[in-house]
């Protein structure tokens, strides 16, 4: 496992032996379980925009068909909210941030993970047509059925609302405390660029350059952002993580 999901399922597990059981939304729940284990004591509510999707998944408990960024989720409904590199694809994540914020449980977390924007790979993303993001995980990613049958890459849109500093100065101002949060290199970037040599002296100094030229303001390496937001009136073990400087 990752280092950064390493310290996300500590912090997790701090969380769930004070909480007991869980009351969980895991938004944008595809086909596919969590990147985390829970442990037995959850209920998951899974919402995706697509039932086929919803079909496929075999994990939650209890399915919603809906868009995260306008279904009227209840309010303080949950104790965890779990979205995983799905706001890239809405066009307003601010909204979805939003209907989060209005379903959380008082000492609750939310979890984030999202591509950073605001690096190389991010930018190219967010500015190539759809059809370039297919052909690169058929013939560079060797994904030969991405785009069909309802599956990855989908339609991105990487708004600068959920970029890593629009999503700490959300945090801050809706009475959340960031307990942890990352930058780190996504795996088919590191193992592209392992294929193609990309690494030692030639690459640190590439990174180096770029962030020098742009201020820090652009980064190579930080392509995935990971941040946990809890609220404010929580107490305990779950306040061990770090939060953003």
Not at 197 to 225: H, I, K, P, Q, S
Request: proline share 6%.
């Amino acid at each position: 496992m990752r280092p950064e999901l390493v310290r996300l399922q500590t912090l997790l597990e701090s969380f769930i032996e004070e909480r007991g059981t869980l009351r969980v939304l895991e938004a944008g729940c595809g086909s596919y379980p969590m990147s985390v284990d829970l442990g037995p004591a959850k209920h998951i509510v899974g919402i995706d925009i697509s039932q086929r999707q919803l079909d496929r998944n075999d994990v939650v408990d209890e399915k919603i068909l809906g868009d995260i960024q306008t279904f009227p989720l209840h309010p303080q409904d949950f104790d965890l909210i779990f979205c995983w590199n799905v706001l890239e694809h809405l066009d307003r994540p601010d909204r979805a941030l939003v209907n989060f914020r209005r379903a959380l449980r008082p000492g609750g977390l939310i979890v984030i993970k999202v591509p950073n924007v605001l690096s190389l790979k991010g930018l190219v993303t967010k500015f190539s047509p759809h059809r370039v993001h297919v052909w690169v995980y058929r013939y560079v990613f060797g994904h030969p059925d991405a785009g069909q049958d309802d599956k990855a890459p989908f339609p991105t849109f990487l708004r600068l609302s959920m970029s890593p500093r629009a999503l700490d100065r959300f945090a801050r101002g809706n009475g959340l405390l960031v307990v942890y949060s990352c930058l780190f290199e996504a795996h088919n970037q590191l193992h592209l660029r392992q294929r193609l040599r990309l690494d030692g002296r030639f690459w640190r100094a590439l990174r180096l350059g770029v962030e020098r030229v742009t201020r820090n303001y652009l980064t190579l390496e930080g392509t995935e952002f990971l941040i946990v937001m809890q609220s404010a009136a929580a107490r305990g073990p779950a306040h061990s993580g770090s939060p953003v400087s």
